[in-house]
């Protein structure tokens, strides 16, 4: 997801709950799946009386490393028990001092010491924690070979726990808390997705980063963020007929500059109401990138970048042109047309083309904060003019989100608002 940076716009806090409909287990398949169709949806519904049944709290994997990270130091603040392959080597009451970790032939090296086995399991006492490198963590760690000699640690924890230590990584410290209630109930819906369709297939749920949500662990957590987790525990966003909800993969980023975008400008998703975009948010206009300047490219730059992300543009010998292929009703492209200097064509989706020019970081592109502009060809380069917005657009727009709790909407308003048509569901 798309973070926020640090600014100067606050509100007051003013206590107040988000609704909760009837429990359902969050195992089920139903709702665990990916959402298909809720052309006709109510708006959510009024709370209903204390669920008589409950159910457990999953844990979600996070991924704290890149997988060709090559060593982690991890320590713990209180007592311990280290295990190679469901062995234990190691075992205190007392804390783990910082001590290096890398994979070696046939096992680790863990400071001066070895241990044989494919993964290590770092799991503190009650009331313990581990540290992987600089931050602090709930839950337990689990490291595993990554790519060639690199490794990857994965957090196991409190999908509550976790949601604590994203929202304020997410939004800012001194925002309004039904700003932190709304993103809670987005962001907790977005990671329950993931864990269903992403991770089985995978030794993790998703990432600590911006390209799934920021998650700064315990050191992240702040009181602000605990109470939105706790004043909406459990509840997810669903679509669907009633009895058949599900939910969907919840998007959101920082500001939309205007102007909601259907989750179809960034993937093959399925045209869903909640999903559609299209709603006008001019309260995200307290945004620094809200409007941004001319962000200028060279196209042999544009060529490079895609390169690194598409093996098709060999073929076109560099880029001659951009052509916008498609877009949105409000003029934002969705797929463009790169053509080559002898007619060759590769159609691209618009924001892979600044994802890529962000990967591979280029210096000129740095401003490129959206693929809410024009696109205006300049000879050499591509101009990306009348820019709005930072990030996709897609889902609740975090300034919006904001200014929207300012002028008095409750968390139910604003989610009602960028994710019309879905229905609040409680699922543990």
Not at 67 to 81: L, M, N, V
Not at 245 to 264: D, K, M, P, T
Not at 401 to 427: M, N
Request: hydrophobic share 35%; aromatic share 8%; net charge positive.
């Amino acid at each position: 997801m798309c973070r926020t940076t640090p600014g100067r716009r606050n509100g007051p806090a003013r206590p107040g709950r988000v609704r909760r409909a009837p429990t359902a287990c969050w195992l089920s398949a139903a709702l665990l799946a990916a959402c298909c169709g809720c052309d006709q949806m109510e708006e959510p519904p009024r709370p209903a009386p204390p669920p008589t049944t409950t159910y457990p709290v999953p844990a979600i994997r996070v991924l704290l490393t890149g997988p060709d990270d090559p060593e982690a130091r991890i320590a713990t603040t209180g007592g311990y028990r280290l295990e190679a392959d469901g062995r234990a080597i190691a075992e205190s009451d007392r804390a783990l001092g910082p001590v290096a970790v890398r994979r070696e032939a046939g096992g680790w090296r863990i400071g001066s010491g070895q241990a044989e086995g494919r993964e290590l399991r770092l799991r503190p006492h009650e009331g313990s924690h581990f540290r992987l490198n600089e931050t602090t963590y709930r839950g337990w760690l689990r490291l595993l070979p990554g790519e060639g000699e690199g490794l990857e640690a994965v957090s196991h924890v409190d999908i509550e726990e976790y949601l604590a230590g994203v929202l304020a990584k997410e939004l800012y410290r001194t925002w309004h808390i039904e700003a932190y209630r709304a993103l809670a109930v987005a962001a907790r819906t977005f990671a329950l997705y993931q864990m269903a369709t992403f991770g089985p297939a995978h030794e993790y749920d998703l990432g600590d980063s911006q390209a799934s949500q920021v998650y700064g662990g315990l050191d992240g957590e702040t009181s602000t963020s605990r109470q939105a987790v706790d004043d909406t525990r459990g509840v997810v966003l669903s679509c669907g007929e009633p009895g058949r909800e599900r939910i969907f993969l919840a998007q959101y980023s920082a500001c939309c500059g205007g102007r909601v975008n259907g989750a179809y400008v960034i993937r093959n998703a399925n045209r869903i109401e909640p999903l559609m975009g299209g709603q006008e948010c001019t309260d995200c206009s307290g945004c620094s990138r809200y409007r941004w300047p001319t962000v200028r490219v060279a196209k042999r730059d544009i060529h490079r970048a895609l390169l690194r992300r598409y093996t098709a543009a060999a073929g076109l010998g560099g880029v001659s042109r951009i052509d916008v292929a498609t877009e949105t009703p409000h003029g934002r492209a969705v797929w463009t047309d790169v053509i080559g200097p002898t007619g060759q064509k590769l159609r691209v989706r618009a924001e892979d083309i600044r994802l890529s020019l962000l990967y591979a970081g280029v210096p000129a592109a740095k401003g490129l904060n959206s693929m809410n502009c024009r696109l205006v060809d300049r000879g050499g380069s591509i101009e990306f003019a009348d820019g709005r917005g930072f990030g996709h657009g897609v889902g609740l727009c975090q300034w919006g989100a904001q200014a929207k709790a300012q002028r008095g909407l409750t968390a139910e308003g604003i989610l009602a608002f960028y994710y019309p048509g879905a229905r609040l569901y409680r699922v543990h």
